[in-house]
């Protein structure tokens, strides 16, 4: 018999993962200027259309719990993968404005569907051996949209049909895909149910059941966490341009100080999660983002607007990967409930910051993802997360690793 994936292995397997989402979503992004000239768009469509996968992942918690019940977080990231490839093709011959918001609203399902699952197995991987991964699976999130922006800039560069780009973009998703199946967990959650949380298990439960006061509280904080992570990345660029008045030249520098100092901090978040627990890294990150926001808000100018971002990107990069962790803790219903709104506030929160600046100032819907921050530091207070410190677990790290070592030099059939 195949002895079961290492941590290692199915850490790099669930990579994968986190890739493809980060890809996929990076890949139309980055093309939606191209979108708005090839439909034809005006802005408010242009921002209709943006809301499409929004709302598709905010009213699919019923079927993404249902999905992740009967077929598992192994399968549902399978299919959801494959539904998102199918998506991509669709959205580059969409012929109208219409079509192309239904097929980014089915996106925003299928997005759902993979986000649950995919960190569905973080969780479980975290579980299964008592190490900290997810903060370094959130980085490979975010490392994936970065490479799909350079894939974009480099398509473009050759041609400006969005076929040949997203068919280009399938095949590397693709390998993603297959390089993540023989890795990931057979677990269909990452955790037995909580105490505190509805019971699943049995025909005599109910089907619909309120959620408990802590997964409310996780809801709140992961729809706002998610929110100022996706309006830094498209609102940073605009900021810097009519409100800090910097140089054309410079204007990128918004969403790569974010998302280097997101990818930067994942990397070591892991690290202080075990040294100080999730709880405290959480509210020390969420201050610090908050506060560097607003310092840069009112300074003004180009220097301390990359100084705030480079705050607010080293201080969210553990938020979510923690709310996760916690989630999971309170079982499947519960993580699809939150990471479904998490998702939704994800791909929601850019258009809301839109309407709100075009109504005052692009300051004011800056202000608006302050306050976010700030309602997920009130919202953690009211959390008690499971204590992820854990003094001996580099010497623990260390010994997994000598013994992955020895299973690879004497593999077992």
Known sequence: MPRPPSFRRSQVAIAALFCFLGFQYGTWVSRVPALKTHLGLSTTEVGLLLLAP????????????RLMKQLGSRRLCTVSAVA????????????????????????????????VAMNAQGAALEAKYERNTMARLHAVFSGGTFAAALLASGVTAITGKLPVHFAVAGVLLLALLAASWTGTLTDDAPAEESAGAPAEAGRTTRRWAIPSLIVLWLCVAMVFGELTEGAMNDWSALYLRDVAHAATELTPLGIATVSAMMVLARLFA???????????????????AAAGLAGALLLGGWVPALAGFACVGLGMAAVTPCLYVAAAKQGSTALALVASAGTGGLLIGPPIIGFVAG???????????????????????????????????????????????????????
């Open 270 to 288: 892991d690290r202080w999660r075990e040294r100080w627990g999730d709880k405290r890294v959480v509210l020390a990150g969420t201050a610090l």
């Open 54 to 65: 929004g709302l598709g992942a905010t009213v699919s918690f019923p079927l993404v719990a």
């Open 84 to 115: 998102m490839l199918i998506v991509l093709g669709a959205l580059s011959v969409a012929p109208n404005f219409w079509v192309a918001v239904v097929v980014l609203f089915l996106d925003g399902i299928s997005i759902a569907c993979l986000n």
């Open 359 to 413: 109504g005052s100032s692009l300051v004011w819907g800056m202000t608006v993802v302050v306050s976010a921050i700030v309602l997920v530091f009130l919202s953690t207070t009211q959390l008690s997360f499971a204590d992820t410190a854990q003094p001996g677990a580099g010497e623990t790290a260390a010994v997994d690793e000598e013994v992955e070592q020895a299973e690879a030099s004497h593999p077992v059939t």
